[in-house]
């Protein structure tokens, strides 16, 4: 009987140490020390020995039964601590694919429009998507009447006058409140506004405005970093006007129009047959804007310019459909490489 204890005490010990999971484990607990286990078994039979044998066999049982217990949870341990050197590794087996991840289409878009104006100088500032009605309005020269102040228009939180940022004009703001001259920033970033999601608009969207101010900026500057930021996008053949418009912040204000990548400017259905595509809107930064934030308008100039990645996105895929980019369609999303 002693020599039946040692043959499980060194079985079970090999089994235990080979075992790769805790569910084989369990089962060679079973197996040994289980009611019906093969050292419970052994141990029925303890009362058929001898006298002198009895207690020598009494002993060691309680030895193997402890050895084996401190096996388990030793192994059971170092299973679940990540140890799996004892799993046996097939190196013949064909790898696993890995699941490739791509940057949504309006993430792209933006990272080369960053990449596009940190070529020339701007660097990337942010602020904060929470802002309160003087950075979102007042700053930006929009009156206390301006229709974009309506609850129709802004998301206005519970503590007046907090607001989701409708524009990404607000850094623009923060920026010259604590930096003087020469300022050159663009700011990419989420904007919101109460609107009912269609083919053109959605709550939630993104802008990338840009501010360059120093002294002697002009128009010129302006239409000139236009153009890089057109070509960079689009391609080198592109060209680009820009027609009188209105923004409370710039004055004069020009919307920004680049001749369609689709036609070259020949008219397609992409661009309604126009062959010019608006994509943005810029400006010479008002004095005022400039004066209120302590910048001496008399020696600063600056402009400012503003896009929408959605909607350059969707210029250049012919995307018709803006909700298509929060619908989280992997087929949709795939197509972007
Ligand atoms: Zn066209």
Redesign the pocket.
């Known amino acids: 009987m002693l020599e039946t204890l040692e043959k499980i005490r060194a079985t079970a010990i090999k089994e235990i140490a080979a075992a790769t999971d805790t569910e084989s484990l369990e089962l060679l607990r079973v197996e040994y020390l289980g009611r019906k286990g093969q050292l419970t078994q052994l141990l029925r039979q303890l009362g058929t020995l001898s006298a002198e044998e009895r207690p020598l066999a009494g002993k060691l049982s309680n030895e193997v039964k402890n050895a084996i217990q401190r096996e388990l949870t030793t192994r059971i341990a170092a299973l679940s601590a990540g140890d799996q050197r004892k799993v046996e590794f097939d190196y013949t087996l064909p790898g696993r694919r890995v699941g490739t991840t791509r940057r949504h289409p309006v993430n792209q878009t933006i990272d080369e429009l960053v990449e596009i104006f940190t070529d020339i100088g701007f660097t990337v500032a942010e602020g904060p998507l929470i802002e309160d009605e003087y950075h979102n309005f007042d700053a930006l020269n929009t009156p206390a009447d301006h229709p974009a102040r309506d609850e129709k228009d802004t998301l206005y939180l519970r503590d007046y006058p907090l607001l989701l940022r409708t524009e990404t004009s607000t850094v623009q703001i923060r920026t010259m409140e604590h930096t003087k001259p020469p300022i050159r920033i663009i700011a990419p970033g989420r904007c919101y506004r109460n609107d009912t999601a269609d083919a053109r608009h959605y709550p939630v969207f993104h802008q990338i405005e840009g501010l360059w101010v120093d002294e002697g900026i002009s128009f010129a500057h302006l239409k000139g970093v236009l153009l890089e930021f057109a070509r960079g996008l689009l391609g080198k053949e592109t060209n680009i006007r820009l027609r009188p418009h209105f923004f409370p912040f710039t004055e004069p204000s020009a919307e920004m129009e680049a001749t369609?990548?689709?036609?070259n400017?020949?008219?397609?259905?992409?661009?309604s047959?126009?062959?010019w595509?608006e994509l943005g809107g810029a400006g010479m930064v008002d004095p005022q804007v400039l004066d209120d934030m302590n910048i001496d308008s008399e020696k600063y100039t600056g402009f400012a310019f503003g896009f929408g990645p959605e909607r350059l996105t969707m210029v250049r895929h012919g995307i018709t459909d803006i909700r298509n980019f929060y619908n989280n369609d992997l087929r949709f999303l795939r197509q972007f490489q």
Not at 260 to 263: D, I, L, M, V, Y
């Open positions: 369609c990548p689709a036609c400017g020949a008219g397609c259905r992409v661009c047959n126009v062959g595509l």
